[in-house]
Nanobody, 126 residues
């Protein structure tokens, strides 16, 4: 079972960038399908994007296309969410998650993920 840990959150101004990391300290994330989600109080968890070992990157949220991307850092056993041109509406707790199988296609929704990290806070404010 994975033990996902997110890091890299913080407070930034609109237009700035942040780099979030999702790592596992027990098992290899090589080729593992990983999704990123975000949540603000009072709202449902929203899918951001996913990287699949089979199919590459899938965007759940149109609002992040052209600004967010994912990559892998196999040397650090982590999956990176690079967020550029941040907006106030990107504020939330960001979670990484994994489905049951390593090279699964990206699940259609959060229901397809079974392992979750504890989240990292991202606040975009002027």
């Amino acid at each position: 079972q994975l033990n996902l840990v997110e890091s890299g959150g913080g407070l930034v101004q609109p237009g700035e960038s942040l780099r979030l990391s999702c790592e596992d300290r027990t098992l290899s994330l090589y080729d593992f399908t990983i999704g990123w989600f975000r949540q603000v109080p009072g709202k449902e968890r929203e899918g951001v994007l996913c990287v699949s070992g089979r199919d590459g990157i899938t965007y759940y949220a149109d609002s992040v296309k052209g600004r967010f991307t994912m990559s892998r850092d196999d040397a650090k056993n982590s999956v990176i969410l690079q967020m550029n041109s941040l907006k106030v509406e990107d504020t939330g707790v960001y979670y990484c998650a994994a489905p049951s199988y390593r090279r699964s296609p990206c699940p259609a929704s959060a229901d397809g993920y079974v392992q979750w990290g504890q989240g990292t806070q991202v606040t975009v404010s002027s």
